[in-house]
């Protein structure tokens, strides 16, 4: 079946750097992406979405970028912080199954002071 | 808003018992999900609900496993009876409009032990 993952399961950074989360997935239908972040104990929190119309889409110290030509996404955090330290996983929206978000594994970000 | 409020939010139990997880979605959104997370497995979408009517039960793992939505304000998911192999935090989420590719609102979880 169709499925989304991540290259990196644990990242760490220095604070104050940049980090970038990578996602692949496999289903060139999909239309809908989104990055979920979560925190240890709690549930998934939204951070940012894009469609497949779009190549880039811009939030608050984070960027989503969307490479349809090889099928990839990926997370831009701008000056990581310790609040940052999370697991983040994106989601892919398959519409020729209905539109549901299937969710990647997930990558640990951690973020050293 | 309080968001997503499920209960409880840690439940142990014996194998063969009932068990009952509750969700109160986001006031006036119209779409609702149960996930379920393990280590192994990551996120799976369980069941979802459009206008408290369920739309698409096919991750529904057995029969053991059901939900319903009564009204717009309340779901459970029940598992009738209980295996250690349903020891995983249940998520349940919702969203404002009723088609399902678009953002969901996550409640805290409720993590589930199964002895």
């Known amino acids: 079946g169709e499925s989304v993952g991540l290259h990196l399961p644990t990242l760490s950074v220095q604070e104050g750097d940049n980090s970038i989360i990578n996602c692949a997935y496999s289903?060139?239908?999909?239309?809908?992406f989104i990055w979920y972040k979560q925190e240890s104990g709690k549930g998934p929190q939204f951070i940012i979405d894009?469609?497949?119309?779009?190549d880039k889409r811009q939030g608050q110290r984070v960027t989503v970028l969307l490479n349809k030509t090889v099928k990839h996404l990926s997370l831009q955090i701008a000056a990581t912080q310790p609040g940052d330290s999370a697991v983040y996983f994106c989601?892919?929206?398959?519409?020729?199954?209905?539109?549901?978000?299937?969710f990647g594994q997930g990558t640990e970000l951690s973020v050293k002071p | 808003d309080a968001g997503v409020i499920q209960s409880p939010r840690h439940e142990v139990t014996e194998m063969g018992q009932e068990v009952t997880l509750r969700c109160k979605p986001i006031?006036?959104?119209?779409?609702l999900f149960w996930y379920r997370q393990t280590m192994m497995r990551g996120l799976e979408l369980l069941i979802y609900?459009?206008?408290?009517?369920?739309?698409?039960d096919s991750g529904m793992p057995e029969d053991r496993f059901s939900a319903k939505m009564p009204n717009a304000s309340f779901s459970t998911l029940k598992i009738q009876p209980s295996e250690p192999r349903d020891s995983a935090v249940y998520f349940c989420?919702?969203?404002?409009?009723?088609?399902?590719?678009?953002?969901?609102?996550f409640g805290s979880g409720t993590q589930l032990s199964v002895l």
């Open positions: 989420a919702s969203s404002l409009g009723h088609a399902t590719n678009e953002k969901l609102f």
């Open positions: 289903n060139s239908a999909s239309d809908y």
């Open positions: 894009i469609r497949s119309n779009m």
């Open positions: 989601a892919e929206s398959l519409y020729n199954q209905g539109g549901k978000l299937i």
């Open positions: 006031s006036g959104h119209n779409s």
């Open positions: 609900f459009n206008n408290n009517v369920p739309i698409d």
